[in-house]
């Protein structure tokens, strides 16, 4: 009977572990790539491919940190030595909880987070069933804190990027040419920063972690190619736009016009006496005309131009994207595999000693379930939030999926499970106050600071119910 | 879903502006050519036009509110809000004071504009036109400016503001013109009044025009 328990708690964590990584890659993905498919830098599928690739990545090979604390940096497992199935009823009921949590605010569309549900639902469990004494406050203060400095530091990142943006490209007389030249700089700090979490003390499982003198010089190593790379690539943009595709309707009318006048004047010329009052009439006419579309092709070529910016920044946001899916996959499958790797070690040792890391395996589990969110949910909310934000042009995307990604990837290095959502929604907020963003709804602010405050208590609450339950039917 | 993202976006208020700039142009045209058909002899359109410009008045106030509607309490704009329900009043004022003159003139529409001051309105109309086509010429350029944010276009809109305000100044001087001959050809006290006020409320349109111009001027001041 006892060892029937064990495997049905066992399967039951390996449901719930999944469900929660199908939720993160349903709902959470969409904040990585939703906004490089409104702006038209990436079509759907692609965006689907590339967050697929990248989140499972970000998830297998560096996911471990972040996975390390959900496990056992929040309670003390310790205490929990005399009786570790109760630890393993704890997790179960924590994973469960979460999940419920997650569907029925999905469901009302509240902006509420994944990672809080989850680090909300174990702390509850954890001081209701272990004593207050069981939950390791410093940890779990360091986490709460970084839940509201995580979008602040993204958001003055944003800021700052896109002040620097606004400054050196939309101001400048020669936009474009301004943005071919600031490209390889931007892509050199995204490669060099992605680089350096990749290889510093990140990629463990692929037995590639540098001491941090060799990650800098690898990273700026790959930077610096990457850089010249684009470099070159940019080359091909040309300042002047190309013919059909960009240019404005009237550039051809004031071209046609043009050449009537050069026409006409040759016609004076060679016109006899009593015609020339007439074709002077004409001729200061389209004179008159060609003015008046000159300043209106000069107006849309501007225009044209700052689409051609934003052609280049395409690129980047792109690149940016790939950066938070990664980032989001490393830190988010934390939710899902914490829990389920602390059950699966009780179930298979018997004790809460762990010293074992999280089993690749489990990581690989967590990926997948995210790839399948991704592919069954996620697209569709990938397709929604595309279609409803167009506000935010590639230059804006850029700017704040570049700073969220940073932000949270230096999260995932401290092992701290942050809310890649709540982040971005900071990252965007911050673009908005560089005057990047017509216009910006800051209600959902406000409704991200209830979430705070309510998630965590009805996470713990549903714990607490939960791991009765389990407990009564088990035992 | 649950995307505390996409909530995030609301859609831009400049859009709006441009729209009700829009409106403003084509009632300007409607109401020259009311003013032409009432110094014309036999005008029959008079209420037409009266009645086409009161519809865009009110299609305009149709924008004013849902611009003011959707603007939620948190809205986090590039301009300051206030500045841009001061600018959306001004700009709104001007069809107003286009409603209000053609309404004024219909109080007397079978005396209607004597003879010896028929070509000094025309030029009047014609003045009060001019910013009018302007302002909404400025509101695209503006609208442009929010979304890029770029001083090349801010100087652009920043040259149409200036243009305005001479063109108010022209038609101020018109309108000065105008009253001056008005005393001095008309002896009837009650066509006096009636065509002193008129001018004042036509010279009003362009003094609209320019508050908006002003308003622009400190929404794009950096």
């Given at each position: 009977m006892e060892m029937n328990a064990e495997m049905i708690v066992f399967a039951l964590a390996l449901l719930f572990g999944f469900y929660m990584a199908w939720s993160v890659g349903a709902n959470d993905v969409a904040n990585a790539m939703g906004t490089s498919v409104g702006s038209g830098a990436l079509t759907l599928r692609n965006a689907v491919i590339l967050a697929a690739i990248l989140e499972f990545s970000g998830a297998f090979f560096v996911g471990s940190h972040v996975s390390e604390t959900v496990r056992k940096g929040i309670i003390d497992t310790q205490s929990f030595n005399d009786q570790p199935m109760l630890l393993a009823y704890g997790m179960l009921a924590a994973m469960l909880a979460a999940a419920a949590w997650l569907q029925f605010a999905s469901y009302y569309g509240w902006p509420i987070s994944t990672t809080h549900s989850i680090v909300g639902a174990i702390i509850g469990f954890g001081m209701v069933v272990g004593g207050a004494s069981a939950v390791h406050w410093g940890k779990v203060g360091a986490i709460v804190s970084s839940w509201v400095i995580s979008p602040l530091l993204s958001g003055t990142i944003a800021f700052f990027l896109f002040s620097f943006i606004r400054r050196k490209?939309?101001?400048?007389?020669?936009p474009v040419l301004k943005a071919k030249q600031l490209t390889p700089y931007l892509v050199f700090f995204v490669f060099s920063i992605l680089s350096l979490v990749m290889v510093f003390k990140g990629l463990k499982n692929l037995h590639l972690d540098l001491p941090l003198t060799q990650a800098l010089l690898m990273a700026a190593g790959i930077g610096l190619v990457a850089a010249v790379v684009s470099h070159f690539l940019l080359k091909n943009v040309q300042e002047i736009p190309d013919e059909a595709e960009t240019l404005p309707p009237s550039w051809s009318l004031s071209i046609g016009l043009g050449r009537a006048d050069k026409n006409l004047k040759k016609a004076l010329e060679s016109s006899s006496a009593d015609m020339q009052p007439e074709l002077e009439d004409i001729l200061e006419r389209v004179g008159r005309m060609k003015a008046e579309v000159k300043q209106k092709t000069d107006s849309e070529m501007e225009v044209v131009s700052y689409q051609k910016v934003e052609r280049i920044f395409v690129y980047l946001q792109i690149l940016s994207a790939g950066f938070v899916a990664f980032a989001h996959g490393a830190n988010d499958v934390a939710n899902a595999i914490g829990p389920l790797a602390a059950v699966i070690n009780i179930v298979k040792t018997g004790t809460v000693a762990m010293e074992t890391a999280v089993p690749t395996w489990v990581l690989a589990l967590g990926g997948t379930g995210i790839i399948i969110g991704l592919a069954t949910w996620g697209w569709r909310v990938i397709e929604t939030v595309g279609k409803r934000i167009t506000d935010l042009t590639p230059s804006r995307g850029f700017s704040a999926e570049f700073s969220a990604a940073v932000t949270i990837v230096l999260a995932s290095k401290l092992g701290i499970p942050i809310s890649t959502t709540h982040t971005l929604v900071g990252a965007v907020l911050g673009v908005g106050l560089a005057r990047g963003l017509e216009a910006l709804n800051l209600r959902t602010v406000r409704d991200i600071v209830i979430s705070w405050v309510v998630t965590i208590p009805v996470g713990a609450g549903l714990t607490i119910l939960l791991f009765y339950i389990f407990r009564w039917i088990f035992e | 879903m649950r995307i505390p993202f996409m909530s995030m976006f609301i859609s831009s208020p400049f859009e709006g502006l441009e729209e009700h700039a829009e409106k403003v142009k084509e009632g300007a045209w409607v109401f020259q050519r009311a003013i032409e058909c009432i110094i014309?002899?036999?005008?029959?359109d008079f209420e037409e036009f009266r009645k086409d410009i009161d519809k865009l008045e009110s299609e305009a106030d149709a924008i004013k509110r849902r611009l003011r509607g959707h603007m939620p309490k948190g809205t986090l704009l590039a301009v300051d809000k206030f500045q841009l329900f001061r600018y959306l009043r001004e700009q709104d004022k001007v069809l107003d004071a286009v409603e209000e003159s053609l309404d004024w003139l219909s109080f007397r529409a079978a005396a209607g504009i004597p003879q010896v001051l028929e070509k000094d309105f025309m030029l009047l109309v014609e003045a009060v036109i001019d910013p009018l086509e302007e302002l909404s010429k400025m509101a695209a350029e503006a609208h442009k400016y929010f979304s890029n944010f770029s001083d090349t276009q801010r100087l652009v809109v920043k040259d149409m503001i200036r243009t305005l305000r001479q063109y108010e100044h022209e038609a101020d001087k018109l309108e000065d013109a105008v009253k001056d001959k008005i005393f001095n050809t008309i002896d009837d006290a009650v066509a006096v009044f009636h065509l002193i006020r008129l001018t004042e409320i036509i010279g009003s349109i362009a003094d609209h025009a320019e508050n908006a111009g002003d308003m622009m001027r400190a929404m794009v001041a950096k």
């Open positions: 490209v939309f101001d400048s007389a020669t | 014309e002899d036999r005008c029959e």
